[in-house]
């Protein structure tokens, strides 16, 4: 395959590092440099590019997804702190016929986590005595906090028991590359469920399993999609 990446910080690095061991063709790398507002993502820079991997910030993010939706490039992204401009996004994609694959999460481990984590909170249902809340660690140069995927974990738990509120508290402190806990506090115990990343590799795995999966599909996707098909 022939992917386009766009941005090229910790990442856009990693997945690159794998396509290219995993026999993928980079095609090109858009970083910073002139892509204000998704410039340098022309029709003749992306010509011939089968997918592009978005991972940049919350700033650039949209900027770069509505370039890439409208030249018609099947696109995943990762970035985090962007999905208010979701239902905009969505929008765009239906009306172009185009396909955009999004996760605050690429890690096989965090969806199975949050799937655990939802069949706790249905236990815990009724048990007012328990107080819940969720911790979120991240690397020092993490820009948004929380972390999309305490986010996603927040609303989730908040649709299985809508009774007891699911606050965050964030940690951003040295190259914790990501760590999520959700914790149930008892009057005399204590009960938690984690999911560590213990590196990226994780994440651009599950992003490239991404971009092989998407060419060919229209619409709006997560990476659920992907890993669960029928019962995401
Ligand atoms: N979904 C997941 O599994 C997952 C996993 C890890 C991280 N993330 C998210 O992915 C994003 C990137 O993470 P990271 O660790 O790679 O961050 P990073 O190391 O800071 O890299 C971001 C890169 O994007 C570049 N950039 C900024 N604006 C750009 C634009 N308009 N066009 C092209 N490149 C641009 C930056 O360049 P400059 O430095 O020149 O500005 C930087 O090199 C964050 O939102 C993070 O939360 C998601």
């Known amino acids: 395959m022939t992917i386009a990446i766009v941005g090229n910080g910790r990442m856009g690095k990693a997945v690159a590092a794998l396509a290219i061991e995993r026999g993928h063709r980079i095609h090109t790398v858009v970083d910073s ?8 993502l022309t029709r003749e820079r992306l ?30 992204t990762g970035t985090t702190g962007w999905t208010g401009a979701l239902p905009r996004i969505t929008a765009l994609v239906e009306a172009r016929r185009g396909a955009l694959l999004h996760a605050a999460n690429f890690s096989e481990g965090v ?29 020092a140069a993490k820009l948004d906090a929380p972390s999309g995927t305490a986010l996603l974990l927040q609303h989730q738990l908040g649709d299985t028991d809508g009774s007891r509120a699911f606050p965050i508290a964030s940690v951003r402190a040295g190259t914790i590359p990501g760590t999520h806990t959700l914790t ?15 590196d990226r590799e994780a994440f651009a795995a599950g992003a490239l399993a991404a971009a092989e999966w998407l060419p060919g599909k229209t619409g709006v996707f997560t990476f659920e999609h992907l890993l669960f098909g029928e019962n995401a």
């Open 111 to 139: 969806h199975l986590f949050l799937r655990a984590a939802r069949e706790l909170a249905r236990n815990f249902s009724g048990r007012p005595e328990f107080v819940a809340s969720i911790r979120d660690e991240h690397h």
């Open 184 to 198: 149930y506090e008892g009057p005399h115990e204590t009960v938690s469920l984690s999911h560590v990343a213990r």
């Open 33 to 40: 440099t002139d892509n204000v507002a998704g410039r340098a």
């Open 47 to 76: 010509a011939g590019a089968d997918v592009a991997i978005e991972f940049t910030g919350p700033e650039a993010a949209v900027a770069n997804l509505e370039r890439l939706i409208e030249l018609g490039i099947p696109t995943v």
